[in-house]
Structure formats: C-alpha cells, structure tokens
C-alpha cells in the first residue's frame, strides 16, 4: 500500500489530486487548516475508492504547524506540497505581519516537513515530491510582488533539492499553473474571467483535475527520468 501527503487538500486543486490519487489505490493524509467542512465533504467523495483516509489540522502559517502534521505520519511513499494562499497588493501594501506569515506559509514550513519527512521516503522504491508552484514563481505578477517572489523561491527549492536527493532515488518536481478554476478564482467578475481567458492561447482557464492529472504522472514511475523540473501547466499563457 503506498501513503501519500496531500497539503492543502480542502483547496480546489488539492481536492482535485486527492481525486486522483485515491482513483489510483493509494492511502492518504488529507492536511487541511480551517476547511474541516471540506475535508469531511471530500473524505466522503473519496470514500468509494475504499483506501485509507487520514485527516490532519495544522496551520501551517505558525513556526510549529509543520511538527504538529509531521507528528501524524507514519508510513510514506509521496508528498504533495499545495499549500498556500495568494496575497494582492502593491508592495507597499504588504504589512510586515502578512509578510511573515506568507513567508512561513510557502517556503519555512514547506522546508521544514521536507526535511522532517525525508527519512521516511528514503525507505521507500520509487519515493516522489510534488510541488505545487505558480506561473507567476516563473514570470512574476504586477501587484502579486511577494506571492511572485514565494513562488520563485519555491521553484528553485525543487531545482536544488532534485540535485541532493537524486543520489537517494527520491524525485521532485513542481507543477506551475495557470489561470485555475478554482475558489480562488471568485473574486473575479464574469467579464474579468472572459478577458482573462483571452489572454490564455488556448482560450480557456484550466480545469483542477488536469493539474491532478499532471501530478499523478510526476508521482508515477512513468516519470522515473524526470526530476527537478518546473512544469508549466498554463494553456500556453507563459511559455
């Protein structure tokens, strides 16, 4: 039986990876913050698939939220790094409190269970990482300075660690998306989604389950060769 770490399941790709990877056989740590409802809601989705479910609270904005959820795992063969939350302003705008916590939220903590968890995969054939990145860690965004500059970060984290743990037979990639159906996407108007997906040379947003489907592949043994890589999942948008 192989155990995989969702992170950030409650969210709309993180729903959408559980899918897939629950479709495929494997047991898993469902980590979510405040969406309990979500997660409930999504364990009873999954629950035909007949695996093992486990979910995890922990606020992974806090300097101890990454002990708290690597306290309940056990066995384990793949990571899913998904957490995150986007932050719109100016830079200006960007209070040294939010500055902290998002820093936290996207590259301290994310090291932090990487690290704590490594032991764990190294006994494990064919162990993987994915991390779920942005387009904007690749090309950065206008009023998006500090999201851009996380999501940069967080890209060049799976580069350099790809190279260190190689030697191990443990791989890691990210996966950048576009434009996303997703909750995130609500704040936006009907008129601003149509200008946006303009904008996207396939025309369209991007669907949660093709990021899934994208992260399934990297986690399999079909991507054995693949490591340290930044896949653009954007509809052409940045290429």
Known sequence: MKFALITGASGGIGRAIA?????????LYLHYNTNQEGISILMEELAPYGTELIPIQAD???????????????SLDYIV??????AYGLITDMEDALVQEMVQLHITS????????L????????????????IWGQTGAS???????????QNTFVKALSKEL???GIRI???APGAIATPMMEDFTEEELTDLASEIPIGRLGRPQEIAQTAAYLLSPKAAYITGQIIGVNGGWYT
């Open 166 to 168: 190689a030697p191990s």
């Open 110 to 117: 994310p090291f932090q269970l990487t690290r704590t968890l």
């Open 143 to 153: 009023n998006e300075v500090l999201y851009s500059m996380l999501k940069g970060a």
């Open 19 to 27: 899918h897939e990877m629950a479709k495929e056989g494997m047991s």
């Open 81 to 86: 790094l998904n957490s995150g939350k986007s």
């Open 173 to 175: 990639n990210a996966i």
């Open 119 to 134: 032991p764990k995969l190294r006994h494990k054939s064919h162990a993987a990482i994915v991390a779920v990145t942005s």
């Open 60 to 74: 992974l904005s806090k300097k101890d939220g990454y002990t708290k959820l690597a306290g309940h795992i056990f």
